[in-house]
């Protein structure tokens, strides 16, 4: 079973979620060449889509390692730093 999770964006297609980066944010990329990042608030009647830089997603997957490493959740840890090294080396 895949955990895999796309959204619809209505300029840039279909978009591929990176992470969870807190309870009604996400972070997302572009499905194929992963250049434009969005952080994708959800609440319960509509989606909004942010456009972010780079420097700025990877900002906050580094920040999201951390508070994984700090709080001891190692299996969430070797998750992300997996899904990172992908994305962002």
């Known amino acids: 079973m895949s955990n895999e999770t796309y959204l ?3 300029t840039f297609g ?3 979620r990176i992470c969870l ?3 009604n944010q996400e972070l997302f990329t572009t ?4 250049r434009i990042f969005f952080l994708v608030k959800m609440n319960a009647n509509e989606q909004t889509f942010e456009p972010i830089t780079r420097a700025d997603a990877r900002q906050m997957v580094e920040s999201r390692l951390r508070n994984f490493r700090r709080n001891g959740q190692a299996q969430e840890y070797q998750q ?3 899904i990172h090294q992908k994305t962002f080396q």
């Open 21 to 23: 980066l807190d309870e």
């Open 8 to 10: 619809n964006h209505p």
């Open 14 to 16: 279909l978009l591929y």
């Open 31 to 34: 499905l194929y060449a992963q």
């Open 80 to 82: 992300l730093q997996a």
